[in-house]
């Protein structure tokens, strides 16, 4: 059975991600969807639990994918988890350069895992968590780039934050 794993951190799931969890399900046996946990070096908006229940709203009708969150290198993570595949997402040549390194190191790390590449369709070759958190925080209209079932909790995050800030 080839069971791939989809790590990110999807803060928040863009209609991007989501096409590349749909178009994984149809190549692959099982996909595990690998929300990454708490980082130094990123400044998530939504929790680990927050970002995992977005996806699984977001999935459900997908018999053969899960969700699940990690700590640690995915490597190490994948191969206790039976996986020889992890999945990227690439929007454009900028992101090769630093997925290229990152599978390099990944393969180097574990030579069973293989890395696969799976170019996102065009309309979302823009799209990014970050670029939709840009929008959010300035009032912006984010509705063609995020699934329905989560828009109201970016609302509701943003809200939180500017009441935040004024405090």
Same mark, same amino acid.
């Given at each position: 059975?080839?069971?791939?794993?989809?790590?990110?951190? !999807?803060?928040?799931?863009?209609?991007?991600?989501? @096409?590349? +969890?749909? /178009?994984?399900?149809?190549?692959?046996?099982? *996909?595990? &969807?690998?929300?990454?946990?708490?980082?130094?070096?990123?400044? !998530?908006?939504?929790?680990?639990?927050?970002?995992? @229940?977005? +996806?699984? /709203?977001?999935?459900?009708?997908?018999?053969? *994918?899960? &969700?699940?969150?990690?700590?640690?290198?995915?490597?190490?993570?994948?191969?206790?988890?039976?996986?020889?595949?992890?999945?990227?997402?690439? /929007?454009?040549?900028?992101?090769?350069?630093?997925?290229?390194?990152?599978?390099?190191?990944?393969?180097?790390?574990?030579?069973?895992?293989?890395?696969?590449?799976?170019?996102?369709?065009?309309?979302?070759?823009?799209?990014?968590?970050?670029?939709?958190?840009?929008?959010?925080?300035?009032?912006?209209?984010?509705?063609?780039?995020?699934?329905?079932?989560?828009?109201?909790?970016?609302?509701?995050?943003?809200?939180?934050?500017?009441?935040?800030?004024?405090?």
């Amino acid at each position: 059975m080839a069971l791939a794993i989809y790590p990110g951190s !999807f803060d928040p799931v863009t209609l991007g991600h989501l @096409d590349i +969890i749909f /178009r994984s399900s149809k190549v692959f046996d099982k *996909v595990i &969807v690998a929300v990454s946990g708490e980082s130094r070096s990123k400044n !998530f908006w939504f929790s680990e639990i927050e970002r995992c @229940d977005f +996806i699984t /709203r977001c999935i459900h009708h997908m018999k053969n *994918v899960e &969700v699940r969150a990690f700590e640690g290198l995915i490597t190490d993570w994948a191969a206790a988890a039976g996986a020889s595949v992890l999945v990227r997402g690439l /929007r454009a040549v900028s992101d090769f350069e630093y997925e290229l390194k990152m599978a390099s190191m990944n393969r180097r790390l574990n030579p069973e895992i293989e890395t696969v590449f799976m170019m996102t369709r065009t309309k979302y070759s823009f799209l990014s968590s970050s670029m939709v958190k840009e929008i959010a925080s300035y009032d912006g209209q984010v509705e063609k780039f995020v699934p329905a079932k989560i828009l109201d909790d970016i609302k509701k995050k943003q809200e939180e934050r500017k009441n935040s800030d004024l405090s």
